[in-house]
């Protein structure tokens, strides 16, 4: 069966374009482990989004025994489970610059 075309906006408010990254942090209490996503975002509001992620990232509680790493970015693919996306450690330090 074809997949659906899977098409995902950017987060910023004034913003109208598709997103093509997933801002989002490892999250596990020990045993459950998944992403949490923080923004979806363009091109052009990557290193806001990203930062703003941190914002958020910080007023994040967590519990004893749970653990939040910090914003990851990872690059949005069609047809790819969360599981397989890839991680682009080269904007998140040019985003942090
Ligand atoms: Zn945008």
Redesign the pocket.
Known sequence: MPMKPYKVF???PS???L?NYKIASRWSDGGVEELKTYAL??????SE?FSQSFVKHKSCRTISGEILEPPMIFELQKGRHSNQLVRRTDLEASCIS
Do not use: I, P, W
Not at 41 to 46: D, G, N, R, V, W
């Open positions: 950017c987060y910023q913003c109208k374009n997103a975002a363009c091109e052009k509001c990557l989004a």
